[in-house]
């Protein structure tokens, strides 16, 4: 059973350049969440989505960042004019049930890892 | 709002070592208590979870207990290994609408031979 997948694993930008980041949930997973983690931070938590729904984007950047998870294919967490700032590790986790369930657990996947030149 | 906070490293220890790392929590309602485990250049890996009052989460010799009345979640481990070096994650998930891990800083365990 295949875990949770992001790709690339590593990711080399230039500053005003976009950033597109895959996540591939684990299978029979349709609630999928993306967490930034800045050096020497624990992580913070950015999205969740289900498919072809955003449910709380309370941790987002107002601008440039948006993210996506159509009813085909991986989810997406697009940085748009990448700046120097923007340089850290984004982790993508996905779970079986979803909000309202205690047990509920996120897996997470390996993460990608940004520099912003 | 909700937080953890986690006792501050890093940790460095002997094998065979006992470990215990602090783990505190602010949150409304009844929140999910986990720890989890990151290896040098890896995602997370669940350790273990509670989700309720004197719940007790285990998992490869770690243990942790949910207590309420001191909204703790502690992280123990009678014999430290070697390779249990890695920074470890204390996080809440609340009750409600979202799903939404909420992390400690993370501390760096480092177990010495």
């Known amino acids: 059973n295949a875990g949770v997948m992001q790709n690339p694993r590593h990711l080399v930008r230039r500053r005003g350049q976009e950033a597109r980041l895959r996540c591939s949930p684990m299978?029979?997973?349709?609630?999928v969440y993306w967490y930034r983690q800045l050096p020497e931070e624990g992580l913070k938590f950015m999205v969740y989505?289900?498919?072809?729904?955003?449910?709380?984007e309370s941790g987002m950047p107002k601008e440039r960042f948006s993210a996506e998870f159509p009813k085909e294919g991986p989810s997406i967490l697009r940085i748009q004019q990448v700046v120097r700032g923007d340089s850290a590790a984004y982790f993508c986790?996905?779970?079986?049930?979803?909000?309202?369930?205690?047990?509920?657990?996120?897996?997470f996947g390996p993460g990608t890892r940004l520099t912003v030149l | 709002g909700n937080s953890v906070t986690q006792m501050e490293g890093p940790v460095t220890l002997s094998e065979e070592a006992f470990l215990t790392i602090n783990c505190t929590y602010t949150?409304?309602?009844?929140?999910?208590l986990f720890w989890y485990v990151q290896y040098p250049g890896e995602g997370l890996q669940l350790l273990l979870k509670?989700?309720?009052?004197?719940d007790k989460g285990s998992n490869k010799g770690f243990e942790a207990t949910y207590r309420k009345e001191t909204t703790s979640f502690h992280l123990e481990k009678g014999s430290v290994q070697v390779s249990d070096s890695a920074v470890y994650f204390c996080?809440?998930?609340?009750?409600?609408?979202?799903?939404?891990?909420?992390f400690g800083s993370g501390t760096q365990l480092t177990v010495l031979p």
């Open positions: 986790a996905s779970s079986l049930l979803g909000q309202g369930d205690r047990t509920d657990t996120q897996y």
């Open positions: 299978k029979g997973h349709s609630h």
């Open positions: 989505l289900q498919k072809e729904n955003i449910i709380d």
């Open positions: 949150a409304t309602g009844y929140p999910s």
């Open positions: 509670a989700t309720k009052a004197d």
């Open positions: 996080a809440l998930s609340a009750s409600g609408s979202a799903r939404q891990l909420t």
